[in-house]
T-cell receptor, first 115, second 113 residues
């Protein structure tokens, strides 16, 4: 079984400041790693994913996450946030044997960007 | 290509009634997943279905909950004799095959009064 811990339930930050949303996982098997974003009253949208290869993955809107196997972490970062980044962010993992789609989610981190 | 469609978006049921939640996957997607999001919590996996088959239902409560994905038509998550604790957002996701991105619907928010 896998578990995911998102250490911060809420992260307030000023616009244009950098942000890091932390995610740690535990698993006895190899996993795929994901970050999803949920805007109010909407479904989840995939932000970025790590399946294999380079441990640093990037999204099209400036977010990046680095897979650290030794620390079992997959923290999400953005060097300069915008008001429009205000949303709930979920880290998720899936065991390779589950083929990447039966996801175990963390509890979520609410990013609140203030002007 | 429309995204994953869930309906209704909002559903209110009285205790003891039945709730039926529908999910139409994206065109060409034969894998469907249901998740439940309780208030102030992350999503929890419930069930994984392919056409006419339940592949994994390890996250489904043992009683009152059932899911199907018939050969024709949407996937249905059915909750019988709803209780207040069933109030949650239920999300469906679909993918075309294994080891590929799952696309989520906008969810059905069930309120039991």
């Amino acid at each position: 079984a896998q578990s995911v811990t998102q250490l911060d339930s809420q992260v307030p930050v000023f616009e244009e400041a950098p942000v890091e949303l932390r995610c740690n996982y535990s698993s006895s098997v190899s996993v795929y790693l994901f970050w999803y974003v949920q805007y109010p009253n909407q479904g989840l949208q995939l932000l970025l994913k790590y399946l294999s290869g380079s441990t640093l993955v990037e999204s099209i809107n400036g977010f990046e996450a680095e897979f650290n196997k030794s620390q079992t972490s997959f923290h999400l970062r953005k060097p300069s946030v915008h008001i429009s980044d205000t949303a709930e962010y979920f880290c998720a993992v899936s065991a390779l044997r589950d083929a990447g789609n039966m996801l175990t989610f963390g509890g979520g981190t609410r990013l609140m960007v203030k002007p | 290509n429309a995204g994953v469609m869930q309906n209704p978006r909002h559903l209110v049921r009285r205790r003891g009634q039945e709730a039926r939640l529908r999910c139409s996957p994206m065109k060409g997607h034969s894998h469907v997943y249901w998740y439940r999001q309780l208030p102030e919590e992350g999503l929890k996996f419930m069930v994984y279905l392919q056409k006419e088959n339940i592949i994994d239902e390890s996250g489904m409560p043992k009683e009152r909950f059932s899911a199907e994905f018939p050969k024709e038509g949407p996937s249905i998550l059915r909750i019988q004799q709803v209780v207040r604790g069933d109030s949650a957002a239920y999300f469906c996701a679909s993918s075309p095959r294994t080891v590929s991105e799952a696309f989520f619907g906008q969810g059905t928010r069930l309120t039991v009064v």
